[in-house]
């Protein structure tokens, strides 16, 4: 029996069981799965940074080289497990070939990311010994859960899209599924390979195996968060959850005010929040539902962001790089790629000079992300802002634009609109051992236009001035 298909690809996440998954696939005669063959950190598993003879630097450069030696260099049907934050130059490629098989595999949110999180505490990611078992209650973070459910429920959705527009089906299975033989002997005749599993490979063993409410520490506080989510304003297509907007989350809200704001990331965040806080008490943590509430209850209601100057957002950006981890894969990734060390978490560049240099560099960088030319994901503070307007827009798009130059005027508009007294803006509280004005150049200039020319052509940008 000829194969149907030239290659085949896992779309799944962490701790949904891919590893055993893996293990199982790797059994069936004819069929080789490599890993995590995009994981930014390594090439297939830990540690290595080489696979079929391509490297972890020829990999980054063109990521079809690898996919093309896995074809070639494999007896029988080649694959590779995928999660949403591997490289996103390979989503493009295995979902617009239809040669390349699609196993879709899921898990229960919930269980994913308890799973997850006791994974992180206790520094256990597999286990093949049930005697080395590492037991540990971890915490339930409301908010952290929402995130990682709305990053995953994108991905799906994207996913689901993607089939959908070139006419392609998936073979979808859940976490319960891959203890069933017969279903794993599906996926073999789903890919048209002769080979079948007599049984099961038990390589990986499930480490948890207990109710979600005895795996955490806060099973009480878990269960009252759940309860608030909209579990079931879901599509009703196989294993997605809600469709939510990663934007929702961070938007603020006055509860005595009519006034909503919905930031963007690297923008005057802090010193808006500190203007609304005159107001009134401030709310946040919103998802679409109560969203949605905090709206009736305040008819009239306006809403608005900040549009700061590129030059200045990719500045400020660049500032958080410095101080916090805003991606972690970025300290090696501009080291390895663009041989820029950055100084230690917390510490700016030794000198004004040092500090510009790799300012443009960052920029440089920038460019090459906002181009789908990396291998990383993109963070907000790094998004364009059409693109970040654009996700605002699947909610609904704020009804005011402040300009960031014209930000006390904008407020005053503002105000004045929902019957409002203007109170006193507060001072920028943005503060960097080399301020903006003190390294900016021509130079510094052209290379923000060109990383971020559509906002530049959208918006109407001139040279940034202090």
């Excluded at 934050?85 to 070939?97: A, C, E, I, S």
């Excluded at 007599?198 to 990986?204: A, I, P």
């Excluded at 960088?365 to 827009?393: C, I, V």
């Amino acid at each position: 029996m000829m194969p149907k298909f030239a290659s085949f690809v896992i779309l799944a996440e962490m701790r949904t069981g891919s590893n055993f998954l893996e293990s199982n696939l790797n059994a069936i005669p004819g069929v080789t799965c490599h890993g995590e063959a995009f994981n930014p950190y390594f090439l297939g598993g830990e540690g290595k940074d080489e696979l079929l003879g391509v490297t972890l630097a020829q990999r980054s450069a063109d990521p079809a080289r690898l996919i093309a030696a896995m074809r070639e260099r494999t007896p029988g049907l080649s694959g590779f497990r995928y999660f949403h934050d591997h490289d996103p130059r390979v989503f493009d490629l295995v979902m617009n070939d239809p040669a390349c098989a699609k196993i879709v595999l899921t898990r229960n949110a919930l269980e994913s990311y308890i799973s997850w999180k006791i994974a992180m505490q206790s520094d256990q990611w597999w286990l093949a010994n049930t005697k080395h078992l590492k037991t540990v209650r971890p915490v339930f973070d409301a908010n952290e859960f929402r995130a990682r459910l709305t990053t995953l429920q994108e991905f799906q959705v994207k996913l689901q899209a993607r089939l959908q527009k070139t006419g392609q089906t998936a073979f979808y299975l859940d976490y319960e599924d891959i203890l069933d033989l017969d279903v794993l002997n599906g996926i073999a005749e789903f890919l048209g390979v002769e080979g079948r599993l007599k049984s099961l490979v038990f390589k990986f063993k499930k480490q948890n195996p207990e109710a979600p409410a005895e795996k955490v520490a806060n099973p009480d506080e878990m269960q009252a968060a759940l309860a608030g989510l909209d579990w079931f304003g879901m599509a009703h297509t196989p294993n997605f959850e809600p469709v939510r907007h990663a934007a929702v989350p961070h938007y603020v809200a006055v509860d005595q005010a009519p006034l909503l704001f919905m930031p963007i990331k690297a923008g005057p965040e802090a010193r808006i929040q500190a203007w609304l806080g005159q107001y009134g008490r401030l709310k946040g943590d919103f998802d679409r539902q109560s969203l949605r509430k905090w709206r009736q209850a305040h008819p009239g209601q306006r809403s608005f962001t900040v549009l700061r100057h590129p030059v200045a957002r990719a500045h400020s950006a660049f500032c958080q790089v410095l101080n916090r981890d805003i991606l972690p894969e970025l300290r090696p990734y501009l080291k390895r790629v663009h041989k820029l060390e950055l100084p230690p978490r917390g510490q700016d560049f030794a000198s004004q000079a040092d500090h510009r240099a790799a300012f443009l560099i960052f920029l440089e960088f920038l460019h090459y992300l906002l181009d789908g030319r990396t291998e990383l994901k993109t963070p907000p503070q790094f998004a364009s802002l059409g693109a970040t307007l654009a996700g605002f827009a699947q909610v609904q798009s704020p009804d005011l634009l402040i300009r960031e130059d014209r930000l006390e005027a904008g407020l005053r508009f503002l105000t004045d609109e929902v019957g409002l007294p203007f109170h006193p803006l507060p001072a920028d509280s943005e503060l960097a051992q080399w301020p903006l004005a003190a390294i900016y150049g021509p130079d510094v200039e052209q290379a923000a236009a060109r990383a971020y020319a559509r906002d530049y052509t959208g918006f109407g940008f001139r040279a940034w001035r202090a």
